[in-house]
């Protein structure tokens, strides 16, 4: 492994009363997480009354309008659930690339590893429509997993790519290196779509527009558990990478094994970014957001408190962002990654002025 980890500008790492600081924060973000979750099922072209919610959900009871269960627990709740879960899963994987990359503006999206993800699909929808146009279908929960393995597949590789590359690159080249490999996986897609029928062009076309609403329940007993795992060994490399923030040498005379513990980042980065990719689409920015903000909010590089934090985070904005897009809109549909982008493209600018400004100093 060839990644580069260069010297952080400061990396305070919280000691006991920083991390006793941390949990009115921890209470917060998790306040705000119920709230939305409750929020997101009530709120939608139909209005649900805040007790028909409750009912539906911890009770046996039968509200006033029977039809508003259907649409609490057999609508809202699946996108709930994985607004809450992928939102989390791409805070801690936006974080791990972060650190890693020493770069505070490295992100799935940002660093094409979405776009490779994309790929990974699209090649698995091509190989499917020649070989037979009800491939995935036919085979139901082999397709979900296939169709999330060549996600994680594609993810991967470009993320190797970077590691490869990040040695001889620095903060903002390695950002163009990210967008180029990201713009010619887009080219690649666009070839490949001339091998599909029009029937699965849609079907894809619908997909790549990117929602926390188009995953099914099988589908969900697929990602939650995946993306479980994958942020449970990301927190499996909490010390070995507050190790990394001190410098190669120093994390090496600790013991840590420095080669293995950016391989297992890395492809726990690449497993959180392909599973949500394979079921919600490239979502976008989601991931620098959550760990900037995660940042802001506990004053540490220390990733016992920024791992929760960033996950806390994520989970928040997933939620938030879905929010606004099936609130009652008239006139427009908004797109998921419209509503992020609002967010997250001030964030990246800002953060790529920050990083220009302490590079000049």
Known sequence: MTLAVRAPHATPLAGPGVRACSWPVFLALATAIALLFIAE????????????????????????????????????????????????????????????????????FVLGIVHGARLGSAVLVTIAGVAGNALLLKFGLVGDVGMAAASIAGSTLVLMLLAKLSRH?????????????GYLAVGLISVLMHFIDETQARAFKVWDDASFAGAT????????PGLLVGMAGCALLIKPM????LGERYAQSMGVRVAVVKRSALLGA???????SAFCGPVAFLGLVAAQVARALTHTADH??????????????GLAA????????????????????LVGAPVALYMLYRTRALQSE
């Open 41 to 108: 099922l009530a709120l939608g072209s139909v209005a649900i009354p805040l007790k028909a919610v409750l009912q539906s959900l911890f009770s046996g009871a039968t509200p006033e309008n029977p039809a508003w269960r259907d649409i609490v627990l057999g609508f809202r709740m699946p996108r709930a659930l994985n607004a809450l879960v992928s939102g989390a899963a791409l805070g801690v994987a936006g974080l791990m690339l972060q650190t890693l990359f020493r770069n505070p503006l490295a992100d799935p």
């Open 169 to 181: 690159t620095g903060l903002v080249t390695l950002l163009i290196v990210g967008l180029m490999l």
């Open 217 to 224: 329940r099988q589908q969900l007993e697929i990602l939650i």
């Open 242 to 245: 507050n190790g990394l923030l």
């Open 270 to 276: 690449a497993w959180l970014c392909g599973l949500v």
């Open 304 to 317: 016992r408190v920024l791992l929760p934090a960033a996950g806390l985070t994520g989970a928040a904005l």
């Open 322 to 341: 879905d929010l606004v897009v099936h609130l009652p809109w008239s006139r427009h549909v908004l797109h998921l990654n419209a509503v992020i982008g």
